[in-house]
Nanobody, 121 residues
Framework: QVQLVESGGGLVQPGGSLRLSCVASGSIERIYMMGWYRQAPGKQRDLVARIISNDNSVYTDSVKGRFTISRDNAKNTVSLQMNSLKPEDTAVYYC???????????????WGQGTQVTVSS
């Protein structure tokens, strides 16, 4: 069984910074991709950033230049450094990973439980 656990959310003023972290644990043979999505109240869940390697990442346009995604393969972790936060960044942030388990045919998507980020003065 694979689990993803996020940490690092909270309340921050506009212009501030937060760092989200996510660790994958359990029966893992290989993690192909890790990423972050977010969902604001009444809206769909949207991609924030995803990463295959530290030189191969993708960001949604609204966070480019402000957010940085990184991963540590040895620790099965992905982090999201969020700077210059804006009220519109307020959402529940979800970690996701595309993971191959041993003795399974094909990899699967896994999701964390989400962590709340609130940007408000």
């Amino acid at each position: 069984q694979v689990q993803l656990v996020e940490s690092g959310g909270g309340l921050v003023q506009p212009g501030g910074s937060l760092r989200l972290s996510c660790v994958a644990s359990g029966s893992i043979e290989r993690i192909y991709m890790m990423g972050w999505y977010r969902q604001a109240p009444g809206k769909q869940r949207d991609l924030v950033a995803r990463i295959i390697s530290n030189d191969n990442s993708v960001y949604t346009d609204s966070v480019k230049g402000r957010f940085t995604i990184s991963r540590d393969n040895a620790k099965n972790t992905v982090s999201l450094q969020m700077n210059s936060l804006k009220p519109e960044d307020t959402a529940v942030y979800y970690c996701t990973a595309f993971i191959q388990e041993p003795r399974r045919s094909g990899a699967s998507d896994y999701w964390g439980q989400g962590t709340q980020v609130t940007v408000s003065s």
